[in-house]
């Protein structure tokens, strides 16, 4: 199946939506719950684990399931994805996520529009962001080479350890960095934080890029390759 | 394999009952052991999403696992299940649904006939359970259409999700939160919610089979279509 | 593949030691860390089903992976397993199920040998393993009629849920059962209370067996059916 | 696909950094966000499955996906893989695990380079690191016979359960014990208490592998079989 461009933005815009209402609609009720908060962290991980494999899954097969623009940059330059396309998909990808996070606010009766005031800034956590979107954008380079029908698990599996592993909880995702600025509860990012982040995360996939380009070659460099 | 009608009503009468007694008994176990709402709403979910992806896996071949009647009505208006055999399916859900809350209560050492007081009610909830609905049956009908096989895992682990980043924990199916308004429990919802729970629950039905219903013509609504 | 005898024979005690010694090893391992019984039977239920899924995939090919008493007995009523074999199926699920108890101990520096003095006895824990295996029997049952490959994991799957919608945790198992009856922690039974335990588990197997064997068979019974 | 040493060598290393990073660093999440224990075990448990299921699959079509001293060295003595390559794979797992710890430490502002004052020892330590161990090698070389495929996920749920089933929370890994014995934190093990644990690790793998070579041939030693 080939789906025309403007169902294709609309699985990225419904898609991120619904990862962002996800991650902040989780946040807040596992934050309400508990007075734990590496319980409350359970409760976000596991919705944000399982979503997301159901999402790739559904939509993968209609926009690519990116729903996250440094992974649209990186088809960009892979030449997968036409530059206005991409453009047009990151576009969508972000107003998603706002509309995701505002979504969100009215399920739990909070006010709709919100701007955080929580401080996820320094050194360790701009490294996080760049080990959380290497691992990310790694994940799928090499899946799309070894196994790419299971590229809707791997994700969810990575992303549920990346959010524990990393000082950063793994935002990975320049949309979701955004939309996660205007909400003010466990989620939230200052947005005078995010540039920051979304730096990071450009790194992060620009890293991913560079070494599963070595890594992936099958054959040595040395050796006489015949043209492909 | 192809079941009678006997044998497709039984199993969604056993199923519903199944998936009801699940959602109420670990609640009633949760919720006895923990002092943490999200520890209590963790093991509310997990057995839940784990018996979905159980039962649809099982009795999917059998009667098609719909379990709820907003899905039973969606196959109806697709014209995939006759109205007669439709409204069948809607009785068994509901009694097997009712029947569940029964099971839990007495292996709980409940009294056996309870009526639910617990008040969920309010714009914030009725929102949720659009949402919900509206997620769920998106999930079944887009799966149909891109990978049917995964309907078991994609339902739990959607299920999963939904428990945490909506703020009603998803009923999203009429005939579960008619059988929770029988169980005076963690689970539970008092019957005067009921009615407003099922008119959210049917417009997110409505919704998800409108959105799905464009979404999925992969051909672009301007361009000349062949004759399929 | 086939195995003879004494490989089919070594796996199912193998593969039941190991099921017991996860069983009570993470009972104490939850219980020792946690003062909240919901956080430890999370502890106790997620690597009891990651096991069995593991378990039943390697011993499967090998043995059938019954490591259950009643899954056994069905087995031999169906004629798929001798009344000898069987026999001897039974006795290395006890004496693997008490050997699983005993290693537990001494990995966690306990005396090696001890009797439970849990109580767990009461009309709402016999229903709860008659509920409990019946949908342990039913699942076997019909995912060989329906999807065979998928057993391993719809078993670990059924038996997350059951841990937590059963008011017995669901043992569902008599090897098993007499096992924790030799553990005086956590997962422990009073070995006073098994035998009713055993019971009420026959009793749920027996109507698993009954009511699958009537679901299963895919034409009406009015109907003229073809031999088959 | 066939990689070259360089690339085989370069997997071996990240996957095992990335295993040790999410093995560490999701411990340091879990025990800062919660006072208690058995949490903090799942905020580490849940991760570490994930990831291995990820690195494994992604990995494995490259180098094998060993990450682990022992693992190799059973291929080794199967002859799977020359003593030389195998060397060097356990010189870069080993050094990939340190530096995976050292990521861990940077990434949450802590002193990247630690040295453990954990105390793991003793008998019942000891034994639960022969019996993580040969499961993991019982588990690897069993799937390879039965199900190669699934190896990945089997080798995540086994680790998942054997955190919590064996009293050492189940190292199983000569690299990954020496690296947390550079992590003063919850994964850390004094480096006095590596040894024991390698010595007991290497007799797990052993029992492994010479109970897996008589379990796994199919016929009885006391018929006469066909030359193979």
Redesign the interface.
Known sequence: ????P??RL??EGLGTL?LV??V???GI??DT???????????????????L??LI??????SGAHFNPVVTLVFALRREISVTLGLAYIAVQVAGGILGSL??H????LPVVQVSQKLRS???QW??EI?ATF?LV??IL??LR??DE?IP??VG??I??????????SFANPAVAIARGFSDTFAGIRPLDVPAFIAAEVIGAAIALAVTG??L????DGEPEQAE
Chains 1, 2, 3, 4 share one sequence.
């Open positions: 199946m080939i789906f025309d403007s169902r609309f699985a619904l209402c996800t902040v609609g989780s009720m596992a719950l508990s007075a734990d908060d590496a319980v409350s962290l359970l409760g976000n991980t596991i919705p944000t684990g399982a979503i494999v159901v899954t559904l939509l993968g097969p209609i979504l969100a009215a399920m739990f009766d320094g050194q360790g490294l996080a080990v691992g790694a994940t090499i899946a070894v196994k299971a698990v791997l599996l990575y549920t350890a990346a959010y524990w592993f990393t000082a950063s909880t070595w890594l070659r099958p054959k040595s």
